[in-house]
């Protein structure tokens, strides 16, 4: 290597495409190579000897020259980034020698070199990284724009969302005030016709609710905004409660509704029971919209996982028109119906099933469907739950073991359900599917072993009513109780029954709580029953157990919308309480300020939005601001037409102690009104 | 390693290394519009196996690197490493981007290699100018990886002087760590320039 031409050595380094310039102690220039001649002014070996900074612009007071100085004295190799010092010399593109748009972008090296003289050189090589700068920039340009359309899209989604909080709120504003209104119109004296169109109004008002529940429910979904709630809850009671309230419907069209809850073994569950009602009432809702004829099942049980977790299966059976399979697997998707006439003839939206099957995926499960076209679906979804560790609120007193009962119904499943559930709480139950056949197995036993008979109003041949005069006309079974279940609920009843020799009747579907509690009334409190109501009903065994009578109380009521102050009031006056009304947050705050002290306010309606100064600045203002405790304690029930993620924690976070939906809904605003009077006494 | 240093030479070593550095924030100060100021909080002379653990960086880490190899009166290897997240987040501030990518692109992986060749000049500055030691020093080049790719030393009886540098940016604190891995006979020379320097200094004070 060493005994290389030097002229050989020459031609390379001036063939290297990258610059190559020495100087020596005095930071003269030494030697410069073809591409420095190329890109520079110097050229024809003018500059040689003179010093760097004279003949290359650039070069003085930079971090160049300062790193030829380190090189120079301590031997310190220095690397020049194109980022910090893009173009510090006077180096230009071919033939564009002096135009600054054509200066090249610059990497640099400088190190120190030994040469054989004992005297150090410095080598400063310059790298042309122009076209890497050009690709860098481009890809920097478009990451940028990337990053800029993202942001936007996130904006333009919060819009989104801010706007559907808004619609909400406006559209059922107006839409309280009409459910509102029409509530209170049913509760004045009305002809017949009036009373009809009344409720016509009523339930096209409800219609319309229920279809912007579910347009708002598809879009918080869809916009990830939808939170499942995990709280403790009774899911047997929920369930029982649930298909309870279902079965209004129902009866219009004689359907029965059997609830089968033999299956469920953990009573208390950690989970979002309002979830788990909206998939319920959805699916049953079908059902029930179509199916003429039959009864629709509603199975439900858990299991419990090595993992701790419980699955929840819920089934629902109808014996309706069915689904053809080959629409079955579109079912679940948004906006799609099993055929388009099928919306002019049975309604909805379309969004029922797809929301339905979201809301099973929230909660870590799944929905299927099975169906016979012609003769029934069968759709079974599951979820997950966690066990409680709470007891049941309400558990039954078993004092009703070993009770022996003949159960009468001539629906199979009703009395195998029925059966079931009576059997787990220890009773002994032997099952009839006539009168006739009721009647020769009371013949059979023994004339004091059945303790009760319950039995089913609606029966072929025998109906409930003469299977229940037929064993009335027998002496020796005068003590023996008789329970009525019917599902056709009807004004006067209770009188009718009582007369005919029943000492309970209870609406199917029968909550097998409210079924025990009768028991139990019956059997324990003969003489009570007897001198107080001639039967037992749910709203009798209802009362029961209400401790404290509804109190009346002084209610502040926060409200701008006119119409909606004349809502809660009407709803507000009916229960007996004495309201007075602010329109917004100073006006109420003035109000709390002015009271008298011997009859203070009791509780604060407060809704949201309102001008000047809205809820939650209010509720703030006298949580912190008000000085006589009994105003900054005073419980506070928000009332607001947002029910977006995050308004209950916000009214919660304010200092309010409640939260309602509007539209009012008149039972649960006095449930409020009690709990949160009861606690505040 | 025959005598550990003592304190007092410890804390002088620690002194001429943060004039050092001061130097470096200078140098940095100027190249970029960010005002960054550079503190060597610790130096500590320990065996190779505790710097790596000193670290404190996980295997699954990946740790961007300059480093520069040096021979002469002592040789080895400097080391300035970040973990990947704190040098994309130095680089960022230091160039002003607006939207801080995942990776440091080809150039930027450049501005890292010059802010530790300013860094690590400024240490081998001081080693030079103080303890008059003799070393040729190597160009600075870029690595990559987890602690065990970047972190090499032939010997578990090797010692490195380790230091701490911590960045302080205008809106937040970055911290980097030098190491110069040596051998034995390296460090051996190295302690002694010192104790030379030190001994120069109190024997200046006393005369």
């Known amino acids: 290597m060493d005994n290389i031409p030097k002229d050989i050595l020459f031609h390379s380094l001036n063939d290297l495409s990258l610059g190559v310039i020495l100087v020596d102690q005095k930071q003269h220039i030494v030697f410069y190579n073809q591409w420095i001649k190329d890109h520079s002014a110097l050229s024809d070996n003018k500059g040689l000897g003179c010093n760097i900074g004279d003949v290359l612009e650039g070069f003085r007071d930079s971090r160049l020259s300062d790193a030829c100085t380190e090189a120079l004295t301590l031997g310190l190799p220095t690397k020049l980034s194109n980022t910090f010092n893009p173009t510090p010399l006077a180096l230009f593109k071919k033939r564009h020698i002096g135009d600054n748009n054509y200066r090249i972008q610059q990497q640099i090296s400088i190190k120190n070199i030994n040469t054989c003289q004992d005297e150090s050189l410095c080598e400063i090589l310059i790298h042309d990284v122009s076209s890497s700068v050009k690709k860098e920039l481009m890809l920097k340009k478009l990451a940028d724009e990337n990053k800029k359309q993202q942001l936007k899209a996130e904006l333009a989604n919060r819009t989104k969302s801010r706007f559907l909080a808004n619609m909400s709120h406006e559209i059922r504003t107006p839409m309280n005030g009409v459910l509102g209104m029409l509530n209170l119109l049913s509760t004045t004296n009305q002809t017949q016709e009036q009373v009809h169109f009344t409720r016509l109004a009523e339930s096209s008002a409800d219609t319309l609710l229920h279809i912007l529940n579910d347009i708002l429910d598809f879009s918080k979904i869809e916009a990830g905004k939808l939170v499942v709630e995990l709280i403790d809850y009774d899911l047997l009671s929920n369930l029982s409660d649930l298909v309870q309230s279902l079965s209004m419907k129902s009866k219009e069209k004689q359907l029965e509704i059997i609830l089968d809850v033999t299956g469920i073994e953990h009573q208390m569950v950690i989970g979002d029971p309002g979830r788990l009602r909206q998939i319920i009432t959805n699916l049953v809702g079908n059902a029930v919209k179509f199916t003429q004829e039959g009864e629709i099942i509603v199975k439900a049980q858990t299991i419990l996982d090595d993992s701790g977790n419980i699955t929840l299966t819920v089934s629902i059976i109808d014996t309706g028109i069915g689904i053809p399979a080959d629409k079955c697997s579109t079912l679940f998707d948004a906006f799609t119906q099993v055929d388009v006439s099928t919306t002019r003839e049975y309604g909805g939206t379309g969004l029922g099933l797809s929301i339905v099957k979201q809301l099973c995926e929230l909660m870590e499960g799944s929905i299927s469907v099975s169906s016979v076209f012609g003769q029934g679906s069968r759709f079974s979804f599951n979820i997950q739950l966690k066990p409680s560790t709470e007891k049941p609120l309400s558990q039954p007193n078993i004092s009703l073991k070993g009770i022996k009962v003949l159960i009468v119904d001539d629906n199979h499943t009703n009395l195998e359900v029925l059966s079931k559930q009576l059997c787990i709480f220890g009773l002994e139950v032997v099952q009839a599917e006539s009168g006739n056949e009721a009647l020769i197995l009371l013949d059979q036993y023994d004339s004091h072993y059945f303790s009760m008979v319950i039995i089913d109003m609606q029966m072929p041949k025998m109906s409930g009513d003469t299977l229940c005069a037929e064993i009335r006309k027998i002496k020796s079974f005068d003590s023996l109780k008789l329970i009525m279940l019917t599902s056709m609920g009807q004004r006067g009843d209770a009188q009718h029954f009582s007369k005919l020799g029943f000492s309970a009747y209870l609406l199917k579907p029968v909550v097998i709580k409210d079924l025990l509690n009768t028991m139990e009334v019956i059997i324990d409190n003969d003489q009570v029953l007897k001198s107080t109501v001639p039967l037992v009903t749910r709203h009798y065994i209802a009362s029961l157990q209400e401790v404290i009578k509804t109190p009346v109380a002084k209610i502040l009521l926060v409200e701008d919308n006119r119409i909606n102050q004349q809502v809660a009031l009407g709803i507000l006056n009916k229960f007996g309480h004495s309201v007075d009304i602010a329109v917004n947050g100073i006006n109420a705050i003035e109000l709390l300020d002015k009271q008298s002290v011997d009859d203070p306010y009791q509780l604060i309606l407060m809704d949201c939005q309102m001008p000047e100064m809205d809820g939650y600045a209010a509720t703030e203002h006298i949580r912190k601001n008000m000085n006589s405790s009994v105003v900054s304690t005073i419980p506070i029930i928000a009332m607001t037409a947002n029910t977006m993620k995050g308004d209950k924690e916000r009214c919660l976070a304010s200092g309010m102690n409640d939260y309602l939906a509007k539209p009012i809904n008149s039972k649960l605003l006095q449930e409020k009104i009690n709990h949160w009077l009861s606690t505040s006494n | ?207």
């Open chain 2, 1 to 207: 390693m025959k005598d550990k240093l003592s304190p007092l030479e410890i804390d002088a070593l620690t002194e001429i290394f943060n004039i050092g550095i001061g130097r470096a924030a200078n140098a940095l100060n100027k190249m970029v519009s960010q005002p960054v100021d550079l503190t060597i909080p610790q130096i500590e002379i320990v065996p190779n196996k505790t710097a790596k653990a000193k670290l404190n960086f996980a295997s699954d880490i990946e740790i961007s690197a300059v480093t520069q190899r040096f021979d002469g009166d002592f040789k080895g290897q400097a080391l300035l490493m970040f973990s990947k997240e704190s040098g994309l987040q130095l680089v960022s501030t230091l160039l002003g981007n607006k939207f801080p990518a995942e990776a440091l692109s080809e150039l930027e992986q450049d501005s890292l290699v010059e802010i530790g060749n300013v860094i690590l000049n400024a240490c081998f500055g001081t080693v030079i100018n103080f303890l008059k030691s003799s070393i040729k020093i190597e160009m600075p080049e870029f690595i990559q990886g987890d602690i065990n790719k970047v972190y090499v030393y032939s010997s578990e009886n090797d010692w490195s002087l380790y230091i701490k540098v911590k960045f302080t940016l205008p809106h937040e604190n970055i911290e980097g760590f030098i190491s110069f891995i040596m051998d034995i006979t390296s460090l051996e020379v190295f302690q002694e320039s010192v104790r030379k320097f030190v001994f120069g200094i109190s024997h200046k004070n006393e005369g």
